[in-house]
């Protein structure tokens, strides 16, 4: 089995201090590429911040015999991102690979959530994914490659209870992901989401011991760095991922009912008529991009 490797390539991940983005951070270096390594270094709530944890992480990747250079700025603000990205261009001229893995939590219900609470976690997960993703493309297309990674979560895919900020957050990455990668395609970049599943600070309180114990967050990498790598060429998907489980999820758009004959008038009656097969999963398909609900139109637009 050939190795896949990542010599000569340019890695930055933010978040890279601790729990997965750390994780990444070091196999990537194992493996050959030299790493940025962002990190705030703040409360699990984005609170504060120091050096520390970006430095450690940098340190264990020299002691480990490989590069990398850290990095302690903001993803959410555009000088933070445009920083991560030059921070990459200075130590290593080009920047190959962009894991968007920094993020916070301020958990509440949604009729107790604060304005602060929901603008901080947007923030950090989607304007952060902006700011460092824009600097990075265009530093991709000059060099016609790259590999992009949004984070997103099954609280945003599927819901979870007290996480509607977070869950925003989470499924507005999967939607800059649904363009970019349209956008991206005839530069030879590939845009990717995952949603990870790790015991980390972040889970720390979410998950029981015994099944953190399993739920490791290096079980997440393998996945990552291969759609990271030059062997990766998929695009615009989203994968889950968990304890060495790994499985593909979409939005998927379904057959549905054509009513009318696009001239009359369709009545509110017709739909409650037809809505058990407007409302039917069964034959849908991943949709890959606005334009394929034409496809089910098709009757009504020939
Ligand atoms: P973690 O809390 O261990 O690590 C997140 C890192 O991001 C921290 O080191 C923190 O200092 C850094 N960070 C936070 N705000 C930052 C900012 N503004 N700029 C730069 N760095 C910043 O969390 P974990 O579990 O490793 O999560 C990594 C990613 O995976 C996050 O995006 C999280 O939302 C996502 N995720 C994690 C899941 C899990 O089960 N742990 C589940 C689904 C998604």
Redesign the pocket.
Known sequence: MSKIRFDERVAIV??A?????REYALELARRGAKVVV?????A?D?SGGNSS?ADAVVSEIKKAGGEAVANY????TMS?GENIVKTAVNAFGKVDILIN????LRDKSFLKMTEAEWDAVIA??LK?AFCVTQPAAKAMKDNNYGRIIF?S???GLYGNFGQTNYGAA?MGVVGIMNTLKLEMAKYNVKVNAI????Y????ADVFPEEMGKK?Q?KFNVPLVLYLCSEDNNETGRTYVMGAGWYGRTAVVCAEGACLGDAKRDISVEEIRESFSKIDKLEKAEPANSGADIFKYMGPLLS
């Open positions: 933010t978040g201090g601790a729990g997965i983005g962002n990190d705030l270094g703040g699990r984005g944890a700025d903001n993803v959410a933070g893995n920094a993020g916070i950090v997960h952060g984070t979560s099954t609280s989470k949603a990870p599943t790790a980390s600070r972040m889970t739920l967050p």
